[in-house]
C-alpha cells in the first residue's frame, strides 16, 4: 500500500498517522505540503488531525482551499481512497467531499478522553477487518466534533449504510446527531471520523483498537 | 528628549538608589528607551535580584546534566545520545487578571524556552492554584485558565500529561499558574543563547510586534491592588498556531548549522532577549529597529524594546546564511527580519529613524544590576499535636475527604486537555507520576509536579524538603529513576523580613532534600511579589521532577489489577495528623506541625520500591501523600473498581493511622507468593513494612467489619469537580 499524509500549517497528528500507516504497511508515507499541486501516486490520502489554520474562520474552512485539495478531490473522484480524521473529517466537509457539517461541541469544551464506537459498516476496505456491531475504543480530542446534517441527510445516510461508526449509546461525547461518530461518502471511498484509531496502534498505549483499520486498507490495497 | 523626573522613576518600578545606581552606571541622564531597558532588566522578574544570593545555594551537578541554571531550560543526559530540557514558569499575575489569555501565554512561553534550545516539546504539566471554592472570581478563574492551558497546547499538539490543582484561600487574590514543558533533543544539536562573535546577522523571526504587554515583566514585579484589573492591556494575547509555526520552521532551521545563538522573546521581549545574548556571548548588539516587523502604525523606540508580543524569537546567524534561514521561514509563513548586527562594543545600541535611542553597556543590564541581601525574620515552625475527635467514623470521613475540593478527581481539567497527541503518552493524567515514552524507544521520561503549600505555611524548610521529596517518590513510585528537577518559587513580598525568611527556609529544604536525593536543579523561575492588598500567598515553591525508565513496559500504576493481591505498606506510620488533609476536612483546622521529611529513610525506602518495579516484582505502586494510607488504598481501589480488606492487628487508634500524614511511604500490591519475599527482604533491609490485607470485592473493608462500596467512594470522588464547576453545588469548606 502507497500512501500519503497531507500536512497542513497547524497539522499535528501528522506524524501519528505516518507512524501508524509504517508500522502497518512497512513503508512510510510520503508527507505532502499543503501548498503543493501535486500528489505522488499513492492508493490513500489521509488528511490528519490537529489545527489546520489554527481552526481560524471555521475549523478545516481554510484547509480546504488550499493547493493541494483539488488534488485530493480528483483522486477521490478517480475511486482513490481518502480517510479523514478529526481536522481531516473537517477538512472532508468543509471540502464537500463529505456531507454534514461538525459544529461546536455540545457541552462547550474541548473533550480528550477515550470513547466506545460501534462498528457499523464493515464493507469498506477502512472497516473490514472490524466485525459488524464490534465495540472499539478510540481516543477523542476536539473541541467541534458535533455532526450535524439535516434531517433528510441523516435518513439517507443510514438509508444508503453510509454512517460508519457511531458513538455507544451514552457515550456521544459532543452531541452529533444520531451518535454519528464517522461517515463515507457516495462511493464508499473517502471516510471522516472524529476519534482517533492512529493514536491506538500499540499495545503499550491500551488495547490497539485502531490496528484493524490500518490492517484492512493494506490487505484491500495489496 | 523626555526630562526624567521622580514620578517616571517610580512608574518604572525602580527605587530612587536604583535610579542613582543607574546615573552612575551611565554617567549621565538614560533617555526614556534606557529607562525602559533598565526597568525590566533590572525587574525582579528577569534579574532574580532578592534571590539570586540564595538560589547559589542549590545544588546544580551531576554526571548526567548538561545544562544546569542560566540557560532558556535546563538539559539532562537520558542516554542513547538523548536529551531531556525541560523547565517550569509561572504566569501567576497575568492569569489572575486575564484567565484565559495569561495560562495560555505561560503555555506558549515555556514551550518556546525549551525549543529554543532545539527541543521538541513532548509533553506538558501545570501546577494549578485558586482560591477558596466559594470565593466569586474562582470558578471564573478556574474555567478561563484551564481552557487557556488547553486551548493552547492542544492547537500546539503536545499532550498535557498532569498537574496539581488546589485551592486554598490564601490563594483568593492572587492565583498561581505554573506550567512545565519537557522536550527532547539529541545530545549534539542543543542550542543555546550565546552571541558569541562580531559582525554577525540578528534575525527576528515569529510573529509581528505589537503595543501588547509593555511592562509585563515589571507588572509581574509588583504586589497587587484593587486597581491592578486596569493592568489587563498588559496581559499579552497568545496565538498557539503561530507558535505551532515557529516550532516547526525552528527545528526546520535547527537542522542546518546556520545557527549561532538563539532566544525566544518572554518577559521584557527585544529588550531581554538581545542584552541575554550579548551579555553571554560577550559581545555588542545593535538593533535596527526600522527593520522590526510591525503590527501597529508609530510604534515608538520604547514601546518596541518593551512590547511582550508572543511567538517571537531572536537568532544570531552565520553570516551569508540569511537567505538559507528566510526561505524556511517563508514557507512557514513567518515574519523573518535581520534587525541587526553583533559587535565588539559590549554595548546595546537601538537605533529608530536615523536616532540613537539607546546606547548602554550590555554588563550594566546584567552583572551591574543589584542584587539584594534582603533581611530576614526567622520564624519558628508551627509545632506539636493537634486534638482531634477519637470516634469518628473512619469510613464515612474516607468517603467526606474523597469528595473534598483538593482530593477529588481532576478528570474535569484533564480532560480538556489533549493527552493522547504523539502517541506516546504511557500514563495519562490521574497517576502519580505521567509517563511519556521516548518517540521509538523503549525508554520513557516520568513527569511530575508537587509541593505542598499548608506544609511550607507551617514550616518553610520542611516544606520545601517535602516538595522535593514527593516529586521524587511520585517518580520512584511508577518505576523511575529520578534525575533532576525544575523549580518555581512562588511568594510574597519579599522586602516583608518574614516573607523573605520563607524563600530563604524554602530554598534551604529544596537544596537539602535535592543534595539528599542526587536530584539537582537545573533551572527555575521566581514569582514574587504574589500578594494582593498586603496578603501573601501560602509559600508555594513548585517542584518539576523528571526521571528515566529504561524500560516503559516495567511501568508500574496506582490501580489495583487483580483479586487476591496482599497490600503492603512501605515506610514507618506514625499517624502525623498535624497540617493533614484530615484535619482540614474532618476537624476544620489547619493546625500543627508539617511532617517531617527524614531524607535518609525516603531515599532508603523509595530506593527499594523501585527495585521491586525494576524487576518486574510489582506492577502496583501508590505513594503515600496528602489524605495519608487509608486515601492511597481508595485511590488504587477506584480505577477499576477492585476493593481491599486492610486492617492491623492492635491498632491503637485508627484515625492517625489511617490518615496520617508520615512521608516515605508506598502501598504496594503483590500477588501472595512475590508479597511474602518482599516482606523479608524489607525487613532483613529494616525497612518498615505491614501486610494490611488482599485486594478483592467491590468494597473497601476495614477489619473491624465497617464497609464501603468503592462506586460509593467513586461516585463522590468523580463528581464533586463537575458539580462545582456547573454551578450545581458550592460546598461548604473549613
Request: glycine share 12%.
Given at each position: ?25 512497512g ?9 503543493d ?8 490520502v ?44 473537517q ?12 459544529m ?14 460501534t ?31 439535516d434531517e ?25 446527531a ?14 471522516g471520523l472524529?476519534p482517533h ?7 503499550l ?5 485502531g ?11 495489496s | ?18 535610579y ?7 554617567g549621565r ?30 545544588p ?12 532558556n ?7 542513547d ?20 489569555q ?26 494549578l492554584?485558586f482560591?477558596?471554592?466559594d ?14 492551558i ?7 499538539g503536545?499532550?498535557?500529561?498532569g ?11 492572587n ?16 542550542f ?7 559582525g ?13 504587554g ?10 497587587f ?9 498588559t ?14 520552521a525552528?527545528?526546520?532551521l535547527?537542522?542546518?548549522?546556520a545557527?549561532i ?13 538581545s542584552?541575554?545574548m550579548g ?7 545593535e ?24 511567538e ?25 527580519a535581520?534587525?541587526g ?30 542584587i ?5 525574620t ?8 493537634p486534638?482531634y475527635?477519637?470516634n ?6 474516607l ?8 482530593m ?6 484533564w ?12 500514563q ?15 525508554k ?37 529513576r ?12 519579599p ?19 535535592c ?9 527555575g ?8 492588598n ?22 508500574a ?14 515506610g ?10 484530615y ?29 521491586l ?8 505502586v ?19 473498581g477492585?476493593?481491599a ?8 487508634d485508627a ?10 511511604r ?5 500477588p ?10 524489607a525487613?532483613a533491609?529494616?525497612?518498615?513494612v505491614a501486610?494490611?490485607?488482599?485486594t ?15 462506586t460509593?467512594?467513586?461516585?463522590g ?6 458539580g ?7 460546598p461548604?469548606?473549613?
Amino acid at each position: 500500500m502507497k500512501s500519503a499524509v497531507i500536512v497542513f500549517p497547524g497539522s499535528n497528528r501528522d506524524r501519528d498517522t505516518a507512524d501508524a500507516l509504517e508500522l502497518v504497511s512497512g513503508k512510510r508515507p510520503a508527507m505532502v505540503w499543503h501548498a503543493d499541486t501535486t500528489l505522488p501516486a499513492v492508493d490513500l490520502v489521509v488528511v490528519p488531525g490537529g489545527f489546520s489554520y489554527g481552526d481560524y474562520l471555521r475549523c478545516g474552512a481554510m484547509a480546504s482551499q488550499s493547493a493541494i485539495m483539488k488534488e485530493v478531490r480528483a483522486h477521490a473522484g478517480k475511486g482513490g481512497l481518502v480517510l479523514g480524521i478529526c481536522n481531516g473529517f473537517q477538512v472532508l466537509t468543509e471540502s464537500h467531499m463529505l456531507p454534514g457539517a461538525l459544529m461546536r461541541n455540545a457541552g462547550l469544551k474541548f473533550v480528550s478522553r477515550p470513547v466506545t464506537l460501534t462498528v457499523e459498516e464493515t464493507q469498506l476496505s477502512f472497516t473490514r477487518r472490524y466485525e459488524k456491531g464490534q465495540h472499539v475504543s478510540f481516543p477523542a480530542a476536539h473541541g467541534e466534533g458535533n455532526y450535524y446534517a439535516d434531517e433528510e441527510t441523516l435518513d439517507r445516510l443510514e438509508g444508503e449504510g453510509r454512517v460508519v461508526f457511531r458513538y455507544a449509546p451514552g457515550d456521544n461525547p459532543n452531541g452529533s446527531a444520531r451518535d454519528i461518530a464517522g461517515v463515507m461518502s457516495e462511493k464508499h471511498n473517502v471516510m471522516g471520523l472524529m476519534p482517533h484509531p492512529e493514536c491506538v496502534v500499540d499495545p503499550l498505549l491500551g488495547p490497539p483498537d485502531g490496528l484493524a483499520m490500518f490492517q484492512g486498507l493494506v490487505e484491500a490495497l495489496s | 528628549m523626555t526630562k526624567i523626573t521622580p514620578e517616571i522613576v517610580r512608574e518604572h518600578g525602580l527605587s530612587d538608589a536604583e535610579y542613582d545606581r543607574i546615573l552612575s552606571l551611565m554617567g549621565r541622564e538614560p533617555s526614556m528607551v534606557e529607562l525602559g531597558i533598565f526597568s525590566v532588566m533590572w525587574s525582579e522578574h528577569c534579574s532574580y535580584k532578592s534571590t539570586r544570593v540564595h538560589l547559589k545555594k542549590l545544588p546544580t551537578k551531576a554526571p548526567w546534566v548538561i545544562q544546569g541554571p542560566g540557560e532558556n531550560a535546563g538539559v539532562i543526559d537520558i542516554g542513547d545520545g538523548d536529551a531531556a530540557i525541560f523547565k517550569m514558569e509561572s504566569h501567576n499575575h497575568p492569569s489572575f487578571i486575564e484567565p484565559y489569555q495569561g495560562a495560555a501565554t505561560g503555555v506558549g512561553g515555556i514551550m518556546r524556552d525549551v525549543f529554543t534550545m532545539g527541543a521538541r516539546p513532548i509533553a506538558m504539566m501545570n501546577a494549578l492554584r485558586f482560591g477558596e471554592v466559594d470565593h466569586p472570581k474562582t470558578r471564573h478563574l478556574v474555567s478561563g485558565v484551564v481552557s487557556g492551558i488547553g486551548g493552547y497546547g492542544n492547537c500546539m499538539g503536545v499532550p498535557t500529561v498532569g498537574g496539581e490543582v488546589n485551592f486554598h484561600k490564601s490563594y483568593n487574590g492572587n492565583i498561581l499558574v505554573n506550567a512545565m514543558c519537557v522536550g527532547l533533543a539529541r545530545t549534539d544539536k542543543i542550542f543555546k543563547s550565546a552571541a558569541e562573535g562580531a559582525g554577525n546577522p540578528v534575525v527576528y523571526i515569529g510573529s509581528k510586534t505589537g503595543r501588547d504587554g509593555i511592562h509585563g515583566a515589571t507588572m509581574a514585579s509588583a504586589e497587587f491592588d484593587d486597581a491592578s484589573e486596569e493592568k489587563r492591556p498588559t496581559v499579552q494575547v497568545g496565538d498557539p498556531f503561530t507558535e505551532k509555526l515557529l516550532l516547526e520552521a525552528c527545528l526546520e532551521l535547527m537542522a542546518t548549522d546556520a545557527i549561532i545563538a538563539i532566544q525566544d522573546m518572554g518577559a521584557a521581549g527585544l529588550t531581554s532577549s538581545s542584552a541575554e545574548m550579548g551579555d553571554k556571548g560577550g559581545s555588542g548588539i545593535e538593533l535596527d529597529l526600522d527593520k522590526v516587523p510591525q503590527r501597529e502604525v508609530n510604534m515608538t523606540a520604547y514601546e518596541m524594546m518593551l512590547s511582550e508580543s508572543q511567538e517571537r524569537m531572536l537568532a544570531v546567524l552565520k553570516p551569508g546564511r540569511e537567505k538559507q534561514a528566510e526561505a524556511i521561514f517563508k514557507k512557514w509563513e513567518l515574519d523573518f527580519a535581520v534587525i541587526g548586527i553583533t559587535t565588539n562594543t559590549k554595548r546595546l545600541v537601538v537605533k529608530h529613524k536615523g536616532k540613537v535611542e539607546a546606547d548602554m553597556p550590555i554588563t550594566a543590564l546584567s552583572d551591574a544590576a543589584p542584587i539584594y541581601e534582603r533581611p530576614y525574620t526567622e520564624r519558628k515552625p508551627l509545632v506539636g499535636e493537634p486534638s482531634y475527635e477519637k470516634n469518628k467514623n473512619v469510613l464515612a470521613s474516607l468517603k467526606t475527604i474523597l469528595a473534598s475540593p483538593d482530593m477529588a478527581s481532576r478528570r474535569w481539567v484533564w480532560e480538556q486537555y489533549d493527552h493522547s497527541v504523539m502517541a506516546d503518552t504511557v500514563q495519562v493524567p490521574g497517576g502519580d507520576a505521567a509517563v511519556v515514552r521516548v518517540h521509538g524507544t523503549p525508554k520513557a521520561l516520568a513527569i511530575t509536579t508537587d509541593v505542598t503549600p499548608r506544609y511550607c505555611q507551617a514550616d518553610p524548610l520542611e516544606g520545601g524538603k517535602q516538595a522535593v521529596a514527593e516529586a521524587w517518590r511520585n517518580l520512584t513510585a511508577v518505576g523511575a529513576r529520578p534525575l533532576a528537577v525544575t523549580d518555581n518559587l512562588n511568594y510574597g513580598n519579599p522586602q516583608k523580613p518574614e516573607i523573605m525568611w520563607q524563600i530563604v527556609a524554602g530554598i534551604d529544604g529544596i537544596g537539602a532534600a535535592c543534595r539528599a536525593l542526587d536530584f539537582p536543579v537545573i533551572g527555575g523561575n521566581c514569582s514574587l511579589y504574589n500578594e494582593t492588598n498586603g496578603e501573601g500567598i501560602f509559600p508555594t515553591p513548585a517542584i518539576g521532577g523528571v526521571g528515566l525508565m529504561a524500560d516503559v513496559t516495567k511501568m508500574a500504576s496506582v490501580a489495583f489489577k487483580r483479586e487476591g493481591d496482599v497490600v503492603i505498606v512501605i515506610g514507618e506510620t506514625k499517624g502525623h495528623l498535624g497540617q493533614s488533609i484530615y484535619l482540614r476536612e474532618i476537624e476544620g483546622k489547619e493546625e500543627g506541625a508539617a511532617p517531617l521529611v527524614d531524607l535518609g529513610v525516603e531515599k532508603k525506602n523509595g530506593d527499594f520500591v523501585r527495585g521491586l518495579i525494576e524487576a518486574g516484582r510489582v506492577d502496583t505502586v501508590h505513594d503515600v501523600s496528602d489524605g495519608g494510607l487509608l486515601v492511597a488504598i481508595a485511590e488504587m481501589a477506584m480505577p477499576r473498581g477492585i476493593g481491599a480488606n486492610v486492617g492491623l492487628a492492635g491498632l491503637p487508634d485508627a484515625i492517625p493511622f489511617w490518615f496520617g500524614e508520615d512521608q516515605a511511604r508506598y502501598v504496594i500490591a503483590a500477588p501472595f507468593a512475590q508479597a511474602e519475599k518482599i516482606v523479608a527482604e524489607a525487613r532483613a533491609a529494616t525497612i518498615p513494612v505491614a501486610e494490611l490485607g488482599k485486594t478483592g470485592g467491590g468494597a473497601i473493608t476495614l477489619d473491624d467489619g465497617s464497609s464501603v462500596a468503592v462506586t460509593a467512594l467513586k461516585q463522590g470522588f468523580e463528581s464533586w469537580f463537575p458539580g462545582y464547576m456547573s454551578g450545581e453545588e458550592i460546598p461548604v469548606t473549613n
